[in-house]
């Protein structure tokens, strides 16, 4: 099942499904860019591209996935020039499946200006959901799209970093270049 969703959620990515990627060299070590006909389902950081794709073919067991640059060459660029601090706002189209609840997180999080951060707490109370605090974690947790959806953004109350799907040092060092652009 990808991304912690229900099976027939799922199914969405099911059996034919073409999901296509392309890894680039990024200042973070390997971004991966992948997407469905529709838009990204996935933007990840890592260190190796093999773990990279195989985190993608566990995220979409049944689909048809396959290295395709030339297809992802646009959005790839647009993410690199993001990292560069050249593209501060990203707006990218998106076919990522999520709960009602997800949605409106991500949404909040695309509204936080480059270089700055929320807490979680923040973020709750945004969504008037001021008890949510946890569930935003989670929902920042289960991001699918790193920078497109900018979780890295969300830090603790007391200003401390939190969690990072893709590793704290990750995380501090995009705060840390997005400050940096300003």
Excluded at 34 to 50: H, N, R, W
Aim: charged share 20%.
């Amino acid at each position: 099942m990808a991304l912690g969703l229900t099976p027939a959620t799922d199914q969405r990515w099911g059996k034919g499904a073409q999901v296509c990627f392309s890894t680039a060299s990024c200042s973070l070590g390997l971004l991966l860019v992948a997407a469905t006909p529709k838009g990204l389902c996935s933007v990840a950081l890592g260190d190796s591209q093999e773990k990279l794709v195989a985190a993608l073919r566990q995220d979409f067991p049944a689909a048809n996935i396959h290295s395709d640059d030339s297809h992802l060459q646009a959005w790839s660029a647009s993410l690199l020039r993001h990292l560069a601090g050249q593209e501060p706002r990203l707006d990218l189209p998106l076919d990522i499946p999520a709960t009602a609840f997800q949605w409106r997180v991500w949404q909040i999080l695309r509204s936080i200006n480059y270089g700055d951060t929320r807490s979680y707490s923040q973020v709750a109370e945004m969504m008037g959901q001021p008890q949510a605090v946890r569930a935003v974690a989670r929902a920042c947790a289960t991001n699918p799209v790193a920078l497109v959806v900018p979780c890295h953004r969300v830090v603790r109350s007391d200003g401390s970093l939190g969690g990072f799907r893709w590793g704290l040092e990750r995380k501090q060092a995009l705060l840390a270049q997005e400050r940096q652009y300003l």
